[in-house]
Each structure stands twice: as structure tokens, then as C-alpha cells.
């Protein structure tokens, strides 16, 4: 099950929006350096909402199709 994951590293947690229960924008950004570099942000493997079709092939259903997760990435896309 995935309750809220990171989809975006790219996009600051400041800037995402905080459903009631979520962690603290503090703490999700000193998780997101725990994962990955700045500059890796952007790669598919570190956010999957910046992955082509292709690259979403071969994830699991729930980070490849439409569902309460992936709807952030589509509100944060169109931003």
C-alpha cells in the first residue's frame, strides 16, 4: 500500500500541499537529501512523475496508474 509517496523530489515538500496527518515539510525535505542529490531530483528513478511512458511500463499499477497518487503528480505537472 502507499499512503503518500514521494513522487516529486524536485518540488520542494514547502511547496506541496500538507493532507491532514503528513509528515512535517521539514522532515520531508531532510528525507528527500537522504535519497538523492539535487541533481538527481528529476530522474525517473527518484520521481516517478517526471518519467516517460515507457519508464512507467514497468512499474508497479499503483505508480503507473490513476490513482489517488498519482493525481499529485498531475496537479504538480500542471502547475
Given at each position: 500500500?502507499?499512503?503518500?509517496?514521494?513522487?516529486?523530489?524536485?518540488?520542494?515538500?514547502?511547496?506541496?500541499?500538507r493532507?491532514?496527518?503528513?509528515?512535517?515539510?521539514?522532515?520531508?525535505?531532510?528525507?528527500?537529501?537522504?535519497?538523492?542529490?539535487?541533481?538527481?531530483?528529476?530522474?525517473?528513478?527518484?520521481?516517478?512523475?517526471?518519467?516517460?511512458?515507457?519508464?512507467?511500463?514497468?512499474?508497479?499499477?499503483?505508480?503507473?496508474?490513476?490513482?489517488?497518487?498519482?493525481?499529485?503528480?498531475d496537479?504538480?505537472?500542471?502547475?
Open positions: 500500500m502507499l499512503d503518500y509517496p514521494p513522487l516529486d523530489l524536485k518540488t520542494s515538500s514547502l511547496d506541496k500541499p493532507p491532514k496527518g503528513a509528515i512535517l515539510p521539514k522532515m520531508a525535505l531532510f528525507f528527500y537529501k537522504c535519497h538523492v542529490k539535487p541533481e538527481q531530483a528529476v530522474e525517473s528513478h527518484a520521481s516517478p512523475m517526471y518519467a516517460t511512458k515507457v519508464e512507467l511500463a514497468g512499474l508497479p499499477p499503483a505508480l503507473r496508474g490513476w490513482t489517488p497518487c498519482m493525481m499529485e503528480a496537479v504538480l505537472q500542471k502547475a
